[in-house]
């Protein structure tokens, strides 16, 4: 297969090959489900897991290549405590026990407290998982998966899917986050030769 076959193609198409190759991948099949069992608030399982193992799986390689973790979001705005987000990822830690990659959790109503000493900048108090995802550094990236009431994968992607499809790497220049997009663009073009990554 062409690794860029579904490149160019309307956006209803590319989200249905999204899914579907998702849902078919044996490491995301069984993490989902296992993270859909924990039934966290505005849960969303975003980034690195889903579009690499999409990468991979047009570029002919195995399962789980050049993934290191799965990142799980969620928001809980009625405890802003460390410790509250703290007790769910114990939580999560003994529930995902077994899985072949660990899972990272995150809430996403706390990004703005911890957020400027980490990385030198203020960020916005974000009022849902979904928003977060626009505020990554490369618009590629930005990209979630949960299952919604009738137990069907819908997808969160602010900025579509063709960068993703492309093998491009597009920076998202909302906040200055050029350092991140770099450095996840060389690592990716480490694990992915096809990828071209658009200079900040």
Not at 70 to 84: G, M, N
Not at 177 to 185: A, D, I, L, S, V
Request: proline residues 6%; contains cysteine; charged residues 25%.
């Amino acid at each position: 297969m062409d690794h860029l076959s579904y490149s160019g193609l309307p956006f209803e198409v590319q989200r249905a090959a999204f899914l579907d190759l998702v849902a078919a991948d044996p490491l995301l099949g069984e993490t989902l489900a296992r993270v859909r069992e924990l039934a966290l608030p505005d849960w969303l399982v975003v980034s690195g897991a889903l579009y690499n193992s999409v990468w991979n799986h047009l570029t002919g390689k195995p399962s789980g290549y050049g993934i290191r973790d799965v990142d799980l979001f969620y928001f809980d705005d009625s405890d802003l405590s460390y410790e509250a987000e703290d007790g769910v990822i114990r939580r999560a830690a003994a529930h995902f026990e077994g899985l072949p990659l660990p899972v990272e959790v995150r809430n996403q109503a706390r990004v703005h407290l911890w957020y400027p000493q980490k990385f030198g900048q203020p960020c916005p108090r974000y009022t849902s998982a979904s928003e977060s995802v626009s505020y990554f550094a490369s618009k590629t990236h930005a990209v979630g998966v949960r299952f919604d009431a009738d137990g069907q994968l819908e997808l969160v992607a602010p900025f579509g899917l063709d960068d993703l499809f492309s093998f491009r790497i597009t920076p998202n220049r909302v906040m200055d986050n050029r350092r991140t997009h770099e450095t996840k663009g060389k690592r990716a073009k480490e694990n992915w030769p096809e990828i071209r990554v658009v200079p900040w």
